[in-house]
């Protein structure tokens, strides 16, 4: 077992000299970053990290500088997505030069760190710690990534979040008031009700959310050359209830999931890809529009 808190410096004991050395850290770390935007849900298993990395692809292909964190540091996919299961993170300048794709995408996960086979060990000072105190250890540790990359000049960052819409809250604030959301959703009752507690939580802050992205709207048939309904009781309408725009309804293509096991960033161009490099475009326009406004 390995802790992840081996390689990044823990602290010590001054807290309120900590956070504000740690804050200034994160604000000169992302100087060079024009926008972040968080992709999140609440739900887990919704297709997050898979879209998160297919966006930041299809930014990639309309000539934006992109780089990912993977925030979600119990579940980091993003290593695997990326094919950077072994990127070391080596110290660079000022702090830890950011792991690249062979096509130049910026990708921060601990899974590059850590292999698969062993588990994350959050350990702190007392054994048998409280929930709450493990979560600030690991939300103490994705504020330290933050600060410790050196980003350098980017048009957009996207943070890959974790499960659990209460934790929302803690993001936006770290991440500050510009950065903008994203929610992932699937036509279920079920993740329609998570996501709208993540939603509820967002109205409670300055940062804006540019949409809903449903995805699983349906299945990709390729010997029939069609989307097809995935969900048999129906389609429950995802947008109305949650008062989001719905920025693109992306289906299931068994050749994207395969693709992203195997560290592909190249998957097929089909309607899946099509309809996240939509979602793309409504992306980067809600980001051009709030910066002009
Ligand atoms: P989350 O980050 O929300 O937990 P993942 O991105 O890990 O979800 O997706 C869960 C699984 O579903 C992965 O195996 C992924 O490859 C697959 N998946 C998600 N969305 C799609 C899609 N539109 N087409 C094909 N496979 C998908």
């Known amino acids: 077992m390995k802790s992840y808190f081996d390689l990044i410096d823990d602290g010590g004991s001054d807290i309120a000299g900590q956070v504000g050395r740690q804050r200034e850290r994160i604000a000169e770390a992302l100087a060079g970053v024009q926008h972040i935007v968080a992709i999140g849900s609440g739900k887990g298993g919704v297709g997050k990290s898979t879209l998160t990395m ?17 925030a979600d540091l119990n579940g980091p996919c993003q290593a695997r997505l990326a094919g950077l299961e072994n990127a070391a993170l080596i110290p660079g300048g000022r702090g830890m030069t950011l792991p690249r794709t062979a096509n130049g995408l910026g990708v921060v996960s601990v899974g590059s760190a850590v292999p698969e086979s062993q588990d994350l060990d959050f ?10 105190w493990r979560a600030t250890r690991e939300f103490n540790l994705f504020q330290q990534l933050l600060g410790l990359v050196e980003w ?10 974790p499960p659990g819409a209460e934790r929302t ?5 770290v991440l500050g008031a510009s950065a903008r959301f994203v929610l ?3 036509p279920t009752a079920l993740a329609r009700g998570v996501v709208a507690r993540s939603t509820a939580a967002l109205r409670r802050t300055p940062n804006a959310t540019l949409g809903l992205i449903e995805n699983m709207s349906g299945y990709y048939c390729e010997d029939c050359d069609e989307v097809r309904p995935l969900f048999d009781h129906g389609r429950v309408d995802t947008a109305p209830e949650l008062g989001l725009p719905v920025l693109a309804s992306i289906p299931f293509d068994a050749r994207l999931a395969a693709a992203s096991d195997a560290g592909d960033l190249e998957s097929p ?6 309809a996240i490099e939509a979602a793309a475009d409504s992306i980067l326009n809600g980001l051009a529009e709030r910066r002009a406004g």
């Not at 297919?54 to 993977?70: K, P, S, V, W």
């Not at 350098?152 to 979040?161: A, E, I, M």
């Open 54 to 70: 297919q966006l930041a692809l299809a930014m990639q292909r309309r000539g934006r500088r992109c780089a990912i964190l993977d």
């Open 123 to 132: 350990a702190s000072v007392a054994r048998g710690d409280s929930h709450v």
């Open 152 to 161: 350098g000049r980017l048009d957009v960052l996207l943070v890959d979040l």
């Open 169 to 173: 809250l803690q993001y936006a604030e």
């Open 184 to 186: 992932v959703s699937i």
């Open 269 to 274: 161009r089909g309607p899946a890809v099509r």
